[in-house]
């Protein structure tokens, strides 16, 4: 069992976490955009092994979903529908791991925010289309937007990844014929 705590304490360590007690720090003062979530901080205190619990749970569920979906590709509606749930608990279990506050900040960070708005844009987009306008094209279309999303929402966060990435693009497209 020790050997266990031990484990978790590199993770911790690992993903930046400080300890528990990094979680009962003051409240900011009233003014700070961040006020409802360090209230949502206070109130959701998870022991270090809960946390790294919901993570896995999240992240298999979310990536059993979209594994899943590849059954029903040939129903665009029906694949819609279960790879953006799978995109959304994937997304969702890092926030397990470093906590819904420092999730959000780093989706809002000024390197990511457009990549974060268009992936969650795409998949309200995909829900949307799959949901209420039961187009199939449409709903295609959409989780087409939201892949392409995904790709550069996680390479926005490797460094230098989406400048070499458009940097290749690039000069595959401007090949002269």
């Not at 999240?58 to 749930?85: D, Q, R």
């Not at 929402?153 to 989406?162: K, V």
């Not at 940097?167 to 595959?172: E, F, G, P, S, V």
Request: proline share 3%.
């Amino acid at each position: 069992m020790e050997k266990m705590n031990h484990a978790f304490e590199k993770m911790k360590m690992l993903v930046g976490m400080e300890g528990d007690d990094d979680q009962q720090q003051p409240a900011l003062e009233e003014g700070n955009s961040f006020s409802f979530m360090d209230d949502f901080n206070r109130q959701c205190t998870l022991t270090t092994k809960q946390r790294f619990y919901g993570f896995a749970i999240c992240l298999v569920a979310g990536l059993t979903c979209t594994l899943l979906s590849i059954l029903v590709f040939f129903h665009p509606i029906k694949f819609g529908i279960t790879f953006t749930f799978g995109n959304l608990l994937s997304l969702g279990s890092t926030a397990f791991l470093i906590g819904p506050k420092r999730q959000v900040s780093m989706m809002l960070d000024p390197v990511r925010i457009y990549a974060t708005a268009i992936y969650l844009a795409s998949m309200i987009i995909a829900l949307f289309c799959a949901f209420y306008v039961h187009n199939k094209l449409l709903t295609l279309l959409a989780i087409i937007l939201e892949f392409g999303a995904l790709i550069w929402y996680s390479l926005s966060y490797i460094p230098f990844a989406r400048s070499m990435v458009s940097k290749i693009m690039l000069a595959c497209f401007d090949t002269e014929f």
